[in-house]
């Protein structure tokens, strides 16, 4: 039998399955957190750590930007409101330099234009503060398994071609 329809069949005998699918699937998982609220920063990677994510923590965006450059993150969650750098600013750079980081941006702003510019500058989620964080978790959890997907179509192609 399958490991998917394994999965299938004790979903259906225990229904909290998805979710503890989910969390062993995020286990580890590095997010960077950008947000000069730094208690918030500090309560946000308290309870990403609880759920198995591996956060790192900025509170100014230079300093998410060089973490940037050192580390490889599987998404980057961004505060729009920043003191020495606009939140748009920091997203064009961050995506410059890390075109595959995929983005939730967190604004206690929220505004129609603003989800528009964010999602036309490369976010692929905006969500205001302050925000759920089993939503903001279910988030992540949609943009990791999108990156792995991209990852499995990258892999394959370069297989096919191989054998051709």
């Known amino acids: 039998m399958s490991c998917m329809r394994a999965t299938v069949r004790l979903s259906l005998v225990c229904p909290k399955l998805s979710s503890i699918e989910g969390r062993v699937f995020l286990f580890g998982r ?3 957190l950008v947000d000069d609220e730094r208690d918030f920063l500090e309560a946000l990677s308290e309870r990403m750590r609880n759920r198995g994510l591996n956060p790192a923590t900025a509170a100014l965006a230079k300093e998410a930007i060089q973490m940037a450059q050192r580390e490889t993150y599987d998404v980057l969650v961004l505060d729009l409101n920043m003191p020495e750098m606009a939140g748009f600013e920091t997203l064009k750079i961050l995506k410059e330099n890390n075109p595959g980081i995929h983005v939730v941006i967190l604004t ?27 939503i903001l978790i279910k988030k992540i959890e949609k943009l990791v ?3 792995m997907v991209k990852v499995q179509l990258f892999v394959t192609a370069h297989v096919v071609s191989l054998s051709t």
Do not use: D
């Open 30 to 32: 590095k997010v960077l």
């Open 108 to 134: 206690g702003h929220a505004t129609v234009e603003n989800g528009i510019r964010a999602m036309l500058s490369g976010a692929e989620e905006v969500l205001e503060k302050p925000s759920n964080v089993e």
């Open 145 to 147: 398994r999108k990156k």
